[in-house]
């Protein structure tokens, strides 16, 4: 007998998820969890303990220590290059193909759901695995790092930095206008693994809701109350996102 739980989901959200023409998603760090990567809050276990990502992760805390923050996106880059997608990233691959129109939001910078095979993802906040410089923003592939000075380009000297969105900065306009757009024309809107803390990235289940879309949440931790509309799926995705393509499709 499987020792994993057997998810009842509500029969009128099957319904609509089978009948969905539009599905939209939004990701969060909670997703890559199951994968053994740290979600963004708890993401400084050891080494990396004694700093608040919320001051590591801006141009500030960049232009103060460049070093600091390179290693750190390193450490990161790292966590990311030994991870592998896990059983919710293939359950959204699944769902993009059965569904006409699906967009996939994240607000992962892990590029894990593109390994796993999604196709339409909208990077808001950008992803680890690229590095660009600072002055320019334009992508560099190769670089050295004697691994105790400031990493520079070697064609133009600037200091070079992750590709992801710091605190305080815009994020990429057509990439937040997209998910925007997606948020109030789906038939169904999923926010999956996210504290919903961040704006304006959490500001989209609140837009679909306001348009009338049915929001589904999928979280352990989520203590809201589900309603005709907003449907809470109590759990690990790892687990509940599989169950719910069974019971849908069937797969
Ligand atoms: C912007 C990339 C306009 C970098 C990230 C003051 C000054 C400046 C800005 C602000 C300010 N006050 C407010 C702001 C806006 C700020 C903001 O929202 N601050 C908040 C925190 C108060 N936003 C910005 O700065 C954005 N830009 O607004 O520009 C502007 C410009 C100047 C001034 C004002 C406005 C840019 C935000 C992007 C920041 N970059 N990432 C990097 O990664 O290093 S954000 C980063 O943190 C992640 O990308 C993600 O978005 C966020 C973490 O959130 P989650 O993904 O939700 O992860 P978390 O750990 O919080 O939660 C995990 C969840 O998963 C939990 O709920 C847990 O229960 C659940 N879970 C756990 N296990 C599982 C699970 N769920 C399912 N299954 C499981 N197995």
Redesign the pocket.
Known sequence: MSDRPVYEFPADLIEKLRAARHVAVL?????S??SGI??????LTGLWAKYD??T???REAFQENPRLVWE??TW?RNRVGEADPNP?HYALVEIERRVPHFTLIT???DGLHHRAGSVHVIE???N?TRVKRFDDDVIVERWEDNGLDPVRCPDTGSLLR?D????????PAEALQTAQAAAVNCDIFFT???????????SLPRLAMNYGTPVVI?????TLRSSSSLYLLK??????LPALVQATWGV
């Not at 999928?218 to 989520?222: G, L, T």
């Open positions: 990701t969060g760090a909670g997703v969890a199951e740290p979600t963004f809050r708890d993401a990502p919320m590591l992760a801006t750190w996106y990161r919710a607000q992962n910078v808001l906040h950008g680890i992750p992801v969105v710091w605190f305080g900065e815009l994020l999956i693994g996210t504290a919903a803390m961040v704006e304006p990235a959490a999928v979280n352990p931790a989520v759990g690990p995705a790892g687990q509940i």
